[in-house]
């Protein structure tokens, strides 16, 4: 039974619970990003609309709309709109998305080093194997950037995207060790899933993927294997296209400067080597200069020391356990080079590379960081195993200890508030979500941010016109008027590349810079309307690159499922 795969994967599924046992009760809690449920609940009225793909939102943007999900990654949202339409409250979603979070990505990190142990190691003992991809996972997971994630800036995106970080990793080391046809499509699926959950994420974990791929077919001299796992990725960026291609032709058509400017200067929020290795200090607060700088930034202390460990293990072992030693030893160097991209030292890179400004955070290449030192962290049970398999035993119990006792009164909130979907989505709270990050993603026609809610109805600059019915949709607003003398209307809608304005079903020509009785132009869409009883309707369409990345995604989709239903053939065959 303690040599069954099952029985460990239950066990790291139990050793998981407290990190995140606090979320299960009635209510919510504070967190720094306090647009998970908003964003959550913009998704479901999507849903309700069929408006799939989902890329804008009607409420946010003080309610004037808004292109939220075709610049922000909406694959974990979607996820919570499928369980609020399964009942489930909107906070309850968000809630479950955190608990989910902790659960896959501690899973996906002992199926991988489970899997990379079990290829790799010449013995192929339980000890040696199952008993280090066990402590990576625990490493992984109780590490003061996973609370930080959740309990301090509820950065559910980002927190979601260490799910996929060992999933690749896993994918390409099957794809290279065994050539099987199912891991071109997990491969596929996973860069997918990682470039919809968070694009800085992607761009930042790229490399390390691409150098696991380059090291091991390098040390394995399977070159023939690099066909598939290009057509692995061409295929997951493909399957995310609907999204990707949008964020990066059409990205001047919003804001987006206020993503590098202010607070989010990345030169502010370098961290110090006392910060990263030593301090233990769990704060709520903020980094940068002129904040509290109360904000845990840290490599975790434990596993940075049981990688060092690794490291000048994988010397001694470098005859006897080759490949294992010479990944680890790459990977400590580039883990390095990861830690240093995050202290002030690194700002001529950064300077030099204006891209990784959109980062905001040099302290965002922790998730690289600790996705490596759990790997590294790793391979210490591993070598220790095969010096003395008792000494290994020992060695993980004392290290998880170690971690509990510094690390897990960290996993739980500042504060909870017993408040329902009701309480979220009204009053106080609704009217802060309405306004937060209003600037994020701002068409580009508004000047400024509205200093005010939308109306319910549109506006008549001139004219006379009265409006008998009116609706707000996800995408598109749609309305009877009885105009009694030639009228200007003006939208309750920011314009934006895509939008349409029909007038009895016939498109009519619309503007966004009449702003008469605005203290600035907020860019709405404004059009004539003749004298008469009148159906009008604007609504978001896909603008050609939209609908080539849809086309692309589709038939990306169709590969895969046919790839797919051919490996169920053969596997039908075959038994």
Not at 62 to 86: I, R
Not at 145 to 158: D, M, P, S, T
Not at 312 to 318: D, G, N, R
Not at 451 to 469: Q, R, S, T
């Given at each position: 039974?303690?040599?069954?795969y099952?029985?460990?994967?239950?066990?790291?599924?139990?050793?998981?619970?407290?990190?995140?046992?606090?979320?299960?009760?009635?209510?919510?809690?504070?967190?720094?990003?306090?647009?998970?449920?908003?964003?959550?609940?913009?998704?479901?009225?999507?849903?309700?609309?069929?408006?799939?793909?989902?890329?804008?939102?009607?409420?946010?943007?003080?309610?004037?709309?808004?292109?939220?999900?075709?610049?922000?990654?909406?694959?974990?949202?979607?996820?919570?709109?499928?369980?609020?339409?399964?009942g489930?409250q909107?906070?309850?979603?968000?809630?479950?998305?955190?608990?989910?979070?902790?659960?896959?990505?501690?899973?996906?990190?002992?199926?991988?080093?489970?899997?990379?142990?079990?290829?790799?190691?010449?013995?192929?003992?339980?000890v040696?194997?199952?008993?280090?991809?066990?402590?990576?996972?625990?490493?992984?997971?109780?590490?003061?950037?996973?609370?930080?994630?959740?309990?301090?800036?509820?950065?559910?995106?980002?927190?979601?995207?260490?799910?996929?970080?060992p999933?690749?990793?896993?994918?390409?080391y099957?794809l290279?060790?065994?050539?099987?046809?199912?891991?071109?499509i997990?491969?596929?699926?996973?860069?997918?899933?990682?470039?919809?959950?968070?694009?800085?994420?992607?761009?930042?974990?790229?490399?390390?993927?691409?150098?696991?791929?380059?090291?091991l077919?390098i040390?394995?001299?399977?070159?023939?294997?690099?066909?598939?796992?290009?057509?692995?990725?061409?295929?997951?960026?493909?399957?995310?296209a609907?999204?990707?291609?949008?964020?990066?032709?059409?990205?001047?058509?919003?804001?987006?400067?206020?993503?590098?400017?202010?607070?989010?200067?990345?030169r502010?929020?370098?961290?110090?080597?006392?910060?990263?290795?030593?301090?233990?200090?769990?704060?709520?607060?903020?980094?940068?200069?002129?904040?509290?700088?109360?904000?845990?930034?840290s490599?975790?202390?434990?596993?940075?020391?049981?990688?060092?460990?690794?490291l000048?293990?994988?010397?001694?072992?470098?005859k006897?356990?080759?490949?294992i030693?010479?990944?680890?030893?790459?990977?400590?160097?580039?883990?390095?080079?990861?830690?240093?991209?995050?202290?002030?030292?690194?700002?001529?890179?950064?300077?030099?590379?204006?891209?990784?400004?959109?980062?905001?955070?040099?302290?965002?290449?922790?998730?690289?960081?600790?996705?490596?030192?759990?790997?590294?962290?790793?391979?210490?049970?591993?070598?220790?195993?095969?010096?003395?398999?008792?000494?290994?035993?020992?060695?993980?119990?004392?290290v998880?200890?170690?971690?509990?006792?510094?690390?897990?009164?960290?996993?739980?909130?500042?504060?909870?508030?017993?408040?329902s979907?009701?309480?979220?989505?009204?009053g106080?709270?609704?009217?802060?979500?309405?306004?937060?990050s209003?600037?994020?993603?701002?068409?580009i026609?508004?000047?400024?941010?509205?200093?005010?809610?939308?109306?319910?109805?549109?506006?008549?600059?001139?004219?006379?016109?009265?409006?008998?019915?009116?609706?707000?949709?996800?995408?598109?607003?749609?309305?009877d008027?009885?105009?009694?003398?030639?009228?200007?209307?003006?939208?309750?809608?920011?314009?934006f590349?895509?939008?349409?304005?029909?007038?009895?079903?016939?498109?009519?020509?619309?503007?966004?810079?009449?702003?008469?009785?605005?203290?600035?132009?907020?860019?709405?869409?404004?059009?004539?309307?003749?004298?008469?009883?009148?159906?009008?309707?604007?609504?978001?369409?896909?603008?050609?690159?939209?609908?080539?990345?849809?086309?692309?995604?589709?038939?990306?989709?169709?590969?895969?499922?046919?790839?797919?239903?051919?490996?169920?053939?053969?596997?039908?065959?075959?038994?």
């Open positions: 039974m303690l040599r069954s099952k029985f460990w994967i239950f066990l790291t599924l139990i050793f998981t619970i407290p990190t995140f046992y606090q979320l299960i009760r009635p209510g919510f809690f504070f967190m720094q990003d306090d647009l998970q449920a908003m964003r959550v609940y913009q998704m479901f009225r999507c849903f309700q609309d069929f408006q799939i793909p989902c890329r804008w939102v009607p409420d946010m943007g003080y309610q004037y709309g808004y292109p939220q999900f075709l610049y922000y990654p909406p694959s974990v949202y979607y996820l919570g709109a499928l369980l609020h339409l399964l489930i909107i906070i309850d979603s968000v809630k479950i998305l955190f608990i989910l979070g902790y659960i896959f990505s501690t899973l996906a990190m002992f199926i991988f080093l489970k899997a990379f142990f079990d290829g790799e190691a010449k013995e192929k003992k339980f040696s194997t199952t008993l280090p991809a066990f402590f990576g996972a625990m490493l992984y997971t109780y590490i003061p950037y996973k609370a930080l994630e959740v309990y301090v800036r509820g950065a559910l995106n980002e927190f979601w995207s260490l799910v996929f970080f999933l690749i990793f896993w994918a390409i099957q290279i060790n065994k050539k099987k046809l199912k891991y071109i997990f491969l596929a699926l996973s860069v997918a899933s990682l470039m919809l959950t968070h694009n800085l994420m992607t761009l930042i974990f790229a490399p390390l993927a691409v150098f696991w791929c380059l090291a077919l040390l394995k001299k399977s070159w023939e294997v690099f066909p598939k796992i290009f057509l692995g990725g061409v295929l997951g960026i493909g399957l995310a609907f999204f990707t291609l949008p964020v990066i032709f059409e990205a001047r058509y919003a804001h987006l400067e206020t993503l590098v400017g202010g607070y989010f200067d990345y502010q929020h370098f961290v110090s080597l006392s910060r990263l290795f030593i301090s233990n200090n769990f704060g709520y607060g903020s980094s940068g200069f002129g904040q509290d700088n109360n904000l845990t930034l490599t975790g202390q434990i596993q940075w020391v049981v990688a060092l460990i690794g000048v293990l994988s010397f001694v072992f470098l006897k356990q080759r490949n030693a010479i990944l680890i030893i790459l990977f400590s160097i580039l883990e390095l080079g990861v830690l240093f991209l995050i202290h002030q030292k690194s700002s001529f890179i950064w300077e030099k590379l204006p891209i990784l400004a959109y980062l905001q955070f040099p302290w965002r290449f922790l998730t690289n960081s600790i996705f490596l030192l759990s790997f590294l962290g790793s391979a210490t049970a591993f070598f220790i195993s095969k010096i003395n398999t008792s000494l290994a035993k020992i060695f993980v119990i004392f998880l200890l170690g971690i509990s006792i510094l690390h897990i009164q960290f996993f739980q909130p500042k504060e909870w508030f017993g408040i979907d009701k309480d979220k989505f009204s106080p709270f609704w009217e802060k979500q309405l306004t937060i209003i600037f994020d993603y701002l068409p026609y508004a000047k400024l941010p509205p200093n005010h809610k939308a109306p319910d109805l549109p506006e008549v600059l001139d004219g006379k016109a009265e409006f008998i019915a009116y609706k707000k949709g996800s995408n598109y607003q749609k309305g008027i009885e105009v009694k003398e030639n009228a200007t209307i003006r939208l309750p809608l920011f314009d590349p895509g939008m349409e304005v029909t007038v009895d079903r016939k498109k009519v020509k619309f503007w966004h810079d009449d702003c008469r009785e605005q203290e600035y132009c907020f860019g709405l869409i404004t059009f004539n309307i003749e004298k008469g009883r009148h159906e009008i309707e604007a609504k978001l369409f896909d603008t050609p690159v939209r609908s080539i990345s849809n086309i692309i995604s589709l038939v990306s989709t169709l590969i895969v499922i046919g790839l797919s239903f051919k490996l169920l053939r053969n596997e039908k065959h075959s038994t």
